[in-house]
């Protein structure tokens, strides 16, 4: 079903700068040495020298007090939390450069040894010291313990296949030295999902089979009904999750709710680092609860006013329901901006098991006029009133590596070339409903696989299924839960999927280029070629097309770049190939988030780019200065 084209007018500009992960260091500024109206005694709760948040502009110094509500449609959404609230070793602010957070100050010398300095006197939530000793109880109790890591500790911990020499220097500072530059590990740590390097052994210890009698932890796993030992202790240890109330935190708020519930509480984390410039503890706010509902409930519940903030599972077409009902539910809807490179794109499966379609779709010309088959203008129209742009799977305008070039290589409209290219791909013959019949002599049927999570993809997909009917190719969907989904991309036997586009829209040359190179699994065009990556070469198949292996020598050379120039120049060759090969088809960028925002709720940017990374959605904005007036 087609949605109603409205007229809408939105504005939204983003200047961001770049990140410069060569300087020597960075240091907080001394914060003012005034007591503050912090709910319990002050100077007990704060590390000596806080990190300071300096609110200006439209944003304003706030009041303690309130209940902030969240509605969320899956009860592990309660790990968003974690994402909101991001606090970090090092952080990435409204302009997208790196800065210290829980740490005082970092040091990077040549880009491969790198000195952390911790905050004397920071404590964890429970009010326990936090210092040195949690990171070294990770890394040798946790991370080089064969019980709990069998295959060994996370990738961004490892250059040219070696990990780090980690020495303790005292009780605020630690070093992570290797042989060569490791460009990942300053971004991992300011991820949505970060790469953690410490965690609160004063409480883990009672599961781990190093500090605690075997009779003990027995009884313990037992209780717990898991399958020995590592397995409690991971069951206790998901800072992530957020789903042990039990487990220390450093973020603003901690869970006080045990899974599984239908409503959980965050409290305000007594010892949080931060403050802003008056000397205030924050967060401001005394609890965040998180609703769990039907998804497809969200957006009727916000509208009805049962949510502070809200973005989670709220669409473009619900913006004229909820705006409709702003003063009745005292709220606003504010328009954001969607960072990901594409709303949604196709992945072609380069991996298929079907020998003639895997034949047929490595062929660069053949995914071209599948490319320029696709009416994104109509697109565009129909389902988003004309807001966003046509567009490659590729980075977003206002970016500093975009170029419109990237941005239209076979992005725009020409059914009778791409009828041309396909002809001449020995593709001229046709059936008797006029389905082209490729070289088996099978109709050309495309079966696109979805994780069925919306009807925004049934309606994208309805309009290019006309359109490619123009080009004599029959479209199918096939939706299924996202787990079965994946499954069937990853082991070859979907043709074509339909997902996001690359997360990361607003990259600069300092951030890793992975999207672009068959790394991971999970990259649906290339799944069994990022699995032999991920696995160091025992499972899945070898890159076999020259595109795709240069974009993986190219991807390991800025890995071993400790120049922003040449990242950024290797970048640009990256986004090059990527957009004249088109190893995914984009369609659409700048597609408008609505955010629902209660009118009491103050320090909520009123423009903003709404992603997961490099934003962790709400996270670098950071909710912990919002307040309720």
């Known amino acids: 079903m087609r949605i109603r084209h409205t007229q809408l007018l939105i504005f939204i500009f983003?200047?961001?700068?770049?990140?410069?992960?060569?300087?020597?260091?960075y240091v907080e500024p001394e914060i003012p040495q005034t007591e503050s109206d912090a709910p319990q005694p002050f100077n007990d709760r704060l590390p000596d020298e806080p990190s300071v948040v300096v609110l200006d502009g439209d944003y304003i110094p706030g009041k303690y007090g309130g209940s902030m509500r969240l509605l969320m449609g899956?009860?592990?959404?309660?790990?968003?939390?974690?994402?909101?609230?991001?606090?970090?070793?090092?952080?990435?602010?409204?302009?997208?450069e790196l800065k210290p957070d829980i740490l005082l100050s970092f040091d990077i010398q040549e880009g491969r040894i790198f000195t952390l300095k911790l905050r004397k006197g920071h404590r964890w939530s429970d009010g326990e010291p936090f210092t040195t000793e949690a990171f070294r109880y990770y890394w040798e109790d946790v991370l080089n313990n064969e019980?709990?890591?069998p295959f060994g500790i996370p990738s961004e911990l490892l250059v040219d296949g070696k990990p780090p020499v980690v020495t303790i220097i005292d009780e605020q500072t630690i070093r992570y030295e290797w042989d060569e530059p490791n460009p990942f590990f300053l971004p991992a740590l300011a991820e949505p999902r970060p790469l953690y390097l410490y965690a609160p052994g004063h409480y883990l210890k009672q599961f781990h089979a190093n500090y605690t009698a075997v009779e003990t932890l027995a009884l313990q796993v037992e209780e717990a009904g898991t399958r020995n030992w590592a397995g409690l202790h991971h069951r206790r240890n998901h800072p992530y999750k957020n789903d042990n109330p039990s487990l220390p935190v450093l973020q603003p708020w901690f869970n006080t709710t045990k899974p599984p519930a239908e409503r959980y509480v965050f409290k305000r984390n007594p010892y949080y680092h931060r403050v802003d410039q008056n000397g205030i503890q924050l967060p401001y706010i005394d609890e965040v609860t998180m609703q769990i509902t039907s998804s497809s409930l969200v957006a009727a519940k916000a509208g009805a006013g049962e949510a502070d903030l809200q973005g989670r599972y709220i669409r473009l077409d619900n913006y004229t329901f909820l705006k409709g009902g702003e003063e009745r539910g005292n709220y606003s809807v504010r328009l954001w901006q969607n960072g990901a490179g594409s709303q949604y794109a196709l992945y072609p499966n380069l991996n298929s098991n079907n020998p003639v379609w895997r034949e047929l779709v490595r062929e660069r010309q053949f995914r071209h006029a599948l490319s320029i088959g696709i009416n994104r203008h109509e697109i565009n129209q129909v389902i988003y009133f004309g807001l966003a742009e046509a567009t490659g799977n590729?980075?977003?305008?206002?970016?500093?590596?975009?170029?419109n070039t990237y941005q239209s290589n076979w992005s725009y409209f020409d059914i009778e070339q791409a009828n041309e290219i396909l002809d001449g791909l020995g593709l001229d013959k046709r059936d008797d409903r006029g389905i082209r019949l490729m070289k088996n002599g099978k109709p050309l049927e495309i079966i696109l696989h979805t994780a069925g999570e919306g009807t925004e993809e049934t309606d994208i997909l309805e309009l290019i299924g006309e359109s490619w009917r123009q080009l004599g190719v029959m479209l199918f969907v096939k939706p299924s839960q996202r787990e079965v989904f994946r499954e069937r991309v990853f082991s070859g036997e979907a043709m074509m999927a339909m997902f996001n586009g690359i997360d990361n829209g607003m990259p600069t040359g300092e951030m890793s280029p992975g999207e672009f190179a068959p790394i991971d699994q999970t990259q649906l065009q290339w799944p069994k070629w990022g699995q032999y990556y991920q696995t160091n070469m025992q499972v899945g198949e070898a890159p076999d097309i020259a595109e795709a292996k240069q974009?993986?020598?190219?991807?390991?050379?800025?890995?071993k770049s400790d120049a922003v120039e040449d990242r950024e120049s290797i970048w640009h060759q990256m986004l090059k190939i990527?957009?004249?090969?088109?190893?995914?088809?984009?369609?659409i960028c700048g597609v408008p988030q609505p955010v629902v925002v209660n009118n009491r709720l103050r320090n909520v940017p009123q423009e903003a780019l709404y992603s997961w990374t490099p934003t962790a959605f709400f996270g670098v904005y950071r909710p912990d200065t919002f307040w309720f007036e």
């Open 147 to 149: 019980e709990l890591y």
């Open 578 to 587: 990527y957009s004249e090969e088109v190893f995914s088809i984009g369609l």
């Open 394 to 403: 590729t980075v977003m305008p206002g970016c500093n590596l975009h170029t």
């Open 551 to 559: 974009l993986l020598d190219l991807y390991h050379e800025w890995s």
């Open 74 to 96: 899956k009860k592990k959404d309660i790990r968003l939390m974690t994402v909101y609230s991001y606090a970090r070793l090092v952080a990435f602010n409204q302009e997208l």
């Open 14 to 25: 983003f200047l961001f700068g770049g990140i410069s992960l060569t300087a020597t260091a």
